[in-house]
Structures are given as C-alpha cells and as structure tokens.
C-alpha cells in the first residue's frame, strides 16, 4: 500500500504514542485542587509550554481545544464580535479566497446571519493572495475592518501565503490577523512572535499527534468572544476537561516534528521534485498546480489535473491499486464540489475535477512513489475514456 | 468478476452484495446520489436518498469488506428523471419515474461509466431473473410473484441486460430479511421504500403544483358536459378516483374516474368504471428481447405490480398494436405495458392509445 494522503492525517509519531499512554494510564482531572489533578495539570501545562518553545509563543498564548477546526471558528466568530462588540462599525472581514472550510465557512455564517460582511480577497493562478492588495483593500476603509483571515500554507495546493507582510501591514491600522496554519506547522518554519500574527490555528494530528486535539494560538492581549461555555478553562475562552493524554501526544509529536523539520522537509521537496518529474513523464499532458517554485510551497505536497480524466475515478482506480490519495475537496456524503481553490485559481470546473492531491509525510518513502508511478498511467488511460457522471456541456 | 454494487442504503441491495461477495467476486459498492441536497433523515419508510440512507450503505459496505464510494448523478437525475416527470404529466401522461430511472442512470450512464472503468458488470438489489440463452440473457420474473420487479426493467435494451446482474432473482423478500438478518447487516428490519424517492411526503399532485403553473379548466362527463372545474390537467392521471373535487358521485350514483385528460383544451373527462374499460392498446418506442411471431398470444402487464392480462400482439415492429383478451381498467399514455411469455419478457412499449373495441362495436 502507498499512503500518499499525509495532509488529510499522518501516522502516530511513536513519541507521541508513548506520551499518551503514560498520560491515559493516569486518573486527574487537570481543573482539580488534589495531587492527582495536580499531577495533569503538570503535564498539560508542560506541554503548553513545549509547544510554545517550538512555536515561538508565550505558553499563556497556546488555548487548547478539540482541533483546527475548532481553533479557527474560536478565532474567526470569537474575534469579529470582540471587535464589532466595541466598534459596530467595523462589519468588514477580509479572508482569501482559499481558506479552508474551517474558516470559510463560519465566515459564510457570520454573513449570511447578518453579523458580517465578507471581502473575498483573489488569488493569483498559483493560489497566492497579493500582500498589496490586501493593503489597498484595508486603506480602501480601515474604519470598516474587523478582522483580515490568510492561511499559512494551503491544503489542496500548498501555496505558501505572505502572512507576515500581511500581518505587519495590518499592525498599522490595528487590525487583527488570524491564520490557518495547521498544514503549515511541521513542515515550514512558523514562529508566531516573529510572525505579527493575532492567533492561528494548529492541529495535532497533521504533525503526528492524534485526532481529536490542537489549538489557537491567540495573543494574550486580544479579546475574544468564547464560543465554548461552561468551566471556564483556557483563559474561559475555551471551556471542557483538558484532554489531558491528546495533549500529551500533541506535544511530544510537535517536538518531534520540529527536532527534525530541517533535515525531513528536505528530504520530502526532493521525494515530492522525484514524483512530479515522474508522473509528468509518465502522463505528459498533466498540469502541475500551485507554485511550480519549492520556496513558495509545502514540501509534501504535488497537486495535478490530469485532463479528460475525473478525478474521483482515478481515486477509485488506484484506490484499487492500493495508492491512496485526494481529490482535495470537501464533502458530506461523499459528493465532490469542484474545488473552491481550484476555482479560485482559474480553473474552470472540468479541470478542478480532474485533479489529484498526493501529499508525502514523515513515513513516506521512494517506493510510495514507485507504487504510485505503477498504478497512475493505466489508471489515466483508463478514466480517460470513462464517461462522467454529469453531462459534458455543464463543464 | 470485478462487479459494482449500486447499494442504496436499503435490506435488498445488501444482501445483493453480500451475495456477490460470498460468490468470490471483486466487488465495490456505489451509493447513487441522487440529490444535490439529501435530507438528513429518511422520513418513515418513504424516500431513499437522504444521507442516513447513504451512511447506511457505507456501513453494508464497511461489514462486508468492499471499497465504498458516493457517485453523484444528482444532475442527470434531475433533468432525465424528475424533469421529465413533470413534463409527461404537463403533456397528460403518466410516467414511471423508477423505470426512467433504470433506463437513463443505473443501467445508462452509471454502468456506461462502470464497465469503462474495467467492472464487468453492475448489480443491483432488484427482484428479476436474468437467464443466459443462445440467443443472448433473457429477463425473468423473479420467483417471489409479490416483489417481482421485471415490469420495471422491462424497458432496458439487450445490451443493457448483459451488463447487470440481480443477485435477488431466485429468493423471497422474506428470505432476503432472513439472510440479512442471519448475515448480522443492520439494514435487515429497515422498512421497504414506497412510492416516489423525490416526492417523499407521497402527494405527487402538490409535488407538480410547485413545478407547474394554474390553468384553469374544465372536468367534463363523457357525453361533453361541464360537471367540473381544475387547476390544471397536470394534477390528473387516467384511471384516478379520488381528489376529483366533483362533490358528488355521477348521475349512477357510482364514483366517476379520470377518463382522459387532454392538456390540448385543457379538458379532463371523466366517467364510470366500465367506461375506463379498455381492450385494445396502440404502444411506441417498443423493445423486442426475442421478435414475436404474429399474432403471439402473451400477457400483458400495464403497472409495477399490475396483474397479468391475456393479450395478443397483432403487429409488433417499431409500434405495437395489442389486443386485451379482458378488459383493464385505468391504462393511461405513457405507461409501459410489458408483454410476458409466461415468465419471461418478451418486449415492451409506451403506451400511446387506447381503445374500447369490444364494448364499443
């Protein structure tokens, strides 16, 4: 089998298996006042502050909580009401057009249930927001401002995104800056202090930790509006027993992730130039999308439109082969959208859906790609002539 | 065989697969999307495209060991499906939206994608019988009379038929439970489906009045006289009984049925039972699984789960004109009257005229 969907989750690092189960075989709850709840507390807050060691933040800054997703709807919905809270005023946000749903999605709320107004910022054909236009959109009103949202780096495609020009730009009018940096984390070098950033969000189990546990990043000065109500932990922004063992796990994955970030994202962007020299030979009329420039991408990540073809029956047919991979859209039952960065990239709808996601981790080898470069031609050949469910014309 | 298992979420396409899997072949399971927006839930035992159904086929999936995936025919559904619902009764006819259904997704544009991608044949949970003859597969009733589900696939092509396998042929719907019981599948008490899957409350006339505009007309007794008004010729269907909104019986003091409707002078007639008596029956668009030797005496078939009438096909090429040995009641354009050779079918048409010849000469 050939895992070549490491953005969608990536193995347990077995130091963070071990840190759980040390963690899990322990009885405390880590709000107690007795030795046992003391004793929790001691590994949630050490591990606070491993995780602010490696990400160049104040322990006080890290709020744990179920995950990304819930990190950027805390930030997104908690920070826009702090601010029109205060100012009524500022009913503008401004996000790029490739947010994740995470973001993108609680900010379709706060539109469509009145409480904002949403500035789609455009991407270039590489999946990139301009720093500039996001300076001439904030200078346009800066009154009217709440909130600006940028990812770090992209899930589909990983492009990486001027966050810190745009964050120091937004200092100016202070404004805050939110970012979605859980796919960024342990592949690229993020330092929240350096960054300028207001909060940003971070998962456990994209670096090696388990499901179920990440976090915001929030800059103890900005005021957020908790989403989570009852016990008051986290600064009583984020109620709910500490998850004490995930926490542990998340930790010790990130301390992992950083001791070897250097040597391991180059070791990934010359496995990932391996695959992408190889499946543009193999299927020479492929189309590599994002940013073609290593500097300006995900180290795991190779992202391409095979066309004529549909991308969920490539899935499937290698799938069959034992290569697993992603068509890089969201779904509830299953049912592919075209790809919203894809679209906002340029790419009209048949091509979005001709495209395929491989994304490399940290248990990914040269016989992933062997594996996949075996299974991909016949594949393509195959869904090349497959007929699509949905009627040519409606392309 | 490498086989794809259309798995709705429902007790008989479970079973279908599990069957599948147990004869030794490499099967993967497809859940049809038919909606671009499901409910959440299934309301009572109608419907069968909402996500619980589409959870429930991923967990038959997941028990049986086979690669899951959702297609999504939402779009061809509408437009070939519903689309042309709505238009058929516009035009006064009465389609079968589970036929079209057959004919234009599952054994159309799913299988055409299906046997693309190397699956060698598509299988579903319908009751029928497939039987290979030197002279190609030939479609079979299925041994449970009761479920027998051929009338719907009646109007798949031959080549069609090569590319499906129905696993359910030769047992009962009380066998199927059983088995899916017995196999420990969750779905084996889930309610059978009824009616339309997108009209899922069952009141196919408010389902049209959102789809199609009010034209106000007039309901007429056979010999031309106004004993009525409608809001549209649409909301009736030949043979209908109830929702007439006449107020009183007919000057026998028995019910009136819907005779005919004619959207043309936005004219719906109706009449008494023995005038909705029908024995001669003009069809279109026919198919032939094996060319009739004229006059062929056969049975006729007129709806899903319609009884089986005497018949003689007295032409039979890309029209057939059937004479009905017995009356039936309610035969209305647009319906496919299936012609059977005791359990085999033998061919199929549209419904497009019909007559009293007998009662009339």
């Not at chain 1, 089998?1 to 963690?23: C, F, N, S």
């Not at chain 1, 995470?102 to 990139?128: C, F, H, T």
């Amino acid at each position: 089998m050939a895992y070549l969907d490491h953005a969608a989750t990536t193995p347990l690092r077995p130091e963070a298996v071990e840190a759980m189960a040390k963690a899990a075989m322990d009885t405390g709850n880590a709000s107690s006042l007795h030795a046992s709840g003391r004793r929790a507390r001691r590994v949630v807050e050490e591990s606070r502050e491993a995780i602010a060691g490696v990400l160049r933040c104040r322990p006080g800054d890290v709020i744990f909580t179920s995950g990304g997703t819930e990190a950027d709807n805390l930030a997104v919905k908690g920070l826009h009401g702090s601010r029109r809270t205060v100012d009524g005023d500022r009913r503008r946000v401004l996000a790029s057009a490739v947010e994740h749903h995470a973001v993108m999605d609680p900010l379709v709320w706060l539109e469509e249930s009145g409480q904002a107004d949403i500035v789609w910022l455009p991407v270039d054909g590489l999946g990139r927001v301009s720093a500039e236009l996001v300076a001439a959109d904030i200078e346009s009103d800066p009154q009217s401002v709440s909130l600006i949202t940028v990812m770090w780096a992209n899930n589909e495609v990983g492009t990486t995104q001027p966050v810190p020009t745009i964050a120091h730009v937004a200092a100016e009018y202070g404004i805050p800056v939110h970012s979605d940096a859980v796919q960024a984390v342990g592949s690229l070098p993020v330092d929240f202090g350096e960054s300028g950033l207001t909060s940003m969000a971070v998962s456990a189990h994209k670096l090696g930790g388990p499901v179920g546990v990440g976090a915001l990043v929030l800059d103890r000065k900005a005021e957020v509006v908790a989403q989570i109500h009852g016990g008051g932990q986290e600064r009583n922004v984020r109620s709910g027993t500490l998850n004490v063992a995930g926490i542990a796990g998340f930790a010790a994955a990130m301390v992992a992730a950083a001791t070897e970030r250097e040597s391991e994202s180059s070791r990934l962007a010359a496995l990932r130039a391996d695959l992408v020299q190889r499946v543009t030979e193999a299927v020479p009329d492929a189309r590599y999308n994002g940013d073609p420039d290593p500097a300006g991408r995900l180290p795991g990540n190779a992202h391409f439109s095979f066309p004529g073809c549909e991308g969920d029956a490539l899935l499937l047919l290698l799938d069959a082969r034992g290569v697993e991979c992603s068509t890089g859209s969201a779904c509830s039952a299953g049912l592919a959208q075209p790809s919203h960065v894809l679209i906002a990239m340029g790419m009209d709808e048949a091509d979005a859906r001709s495209s395929l996601r491989f994304t490399l981790g940290h248990t990914s080898s040269a016989s992933d790609v062997d594996a996949l470069l075996a299974a991909l031609p016949a594949a393509v050949e195959r869904a090349r002539v497959a007929p699509g469910l949905r009627r040519a014309t409606s392309a | 065989m490498k086989v794809l298992a259309a798995v709705s979420g429902g007790v008989d396409s479970a079973v279908a697969t599990a069957r599948l899997v147990d004869a030794g072949h490499d099967v993967t399971a497809v859940h049809l999307a038919l909606s671009a927006k499901p409910r959440t839930h299934r309301e009572g035992a109608r419907g069968c495209c909402s996500l619980e159904d589409a959870n429930d086929a991923r967990r038959v999936a997941d028990m049986l060991g086979v690669p899951f995936y959702v297609w999504d025919v939402a779009e061809r559904f509408a437009e070939d499906v519903i689309d042309e619902f709505v238009a058929e009764y516009q035009a006064g006819r009465t389609p079968n939206p589970c036929l079209r259904c057959n004919e234009r997704i599952k054994f159309a544009a799913v299988a055409e994608r299906a046997l693309a991608l190397g699956f060698e044949k598509v299988a579903t949970g319908h009751y029928a019988r497939l039987i290979e003859t030197s002279a190609g597969v030939a479609l079979h009733r299925a041994v449970d009379e009761a479920k027998d589900q051929s009338y719907v696939l009646a109007g798949l092509t031959q080549e069609q038929l090569q590319a499906a396998l129905f696993p359910l042929g030769d047992s009962t719907k009380d066998q199927i439970r059983a088995e899916a019981a017995q196999r420990g599948l969750l779905v084996a008490s889930k309610p059978d489906s009824h009616d339309i899957c997108f009209i899922p409350d069952g009141d196919t006339a408010a389902f049209l009045g959102d789809r199609l505009p009010v034209r106000s007309g007039v309901i007429e007794d056979s010999d031309g006289n106004e004993v009525g008004r409608h809001d549209g010729t649409w909301a009736f269907t030949v043979g209908q009984r109830r929702g007439l909104g006449l107020g009183r019986p007919g000057p026998d003091g028995r019910p009136r049925y819907v005779l005919d409707i004619e959207p043309a002078h936005n004219r719906v007639v109706v009449g008494s039972r023995a005038e909705l008596a029908v024995d001669w029956v003009l069809g279109e668009q026919t198919r032939w699984f094996a060319p009739p030797d004229l006059p062929q005496r056969c049975a006729a078939q007129v709806r899903a789960h319609g009884r089986r009438i005497p018949a003689v096909l007295e032409r039979a090429d890309d029209r057939v004109e059937v004479q009905l040995l017995e009356p039936e009641y309610g035969v209305a354009p647009g319906q496919l009257i299936a012609f059977y050779d005791g359990d085999r079918v033998i061919g199929s048409a549209r419904v497009s005229q019909t007559a009293a010849v007998a009662t009339s000469a």
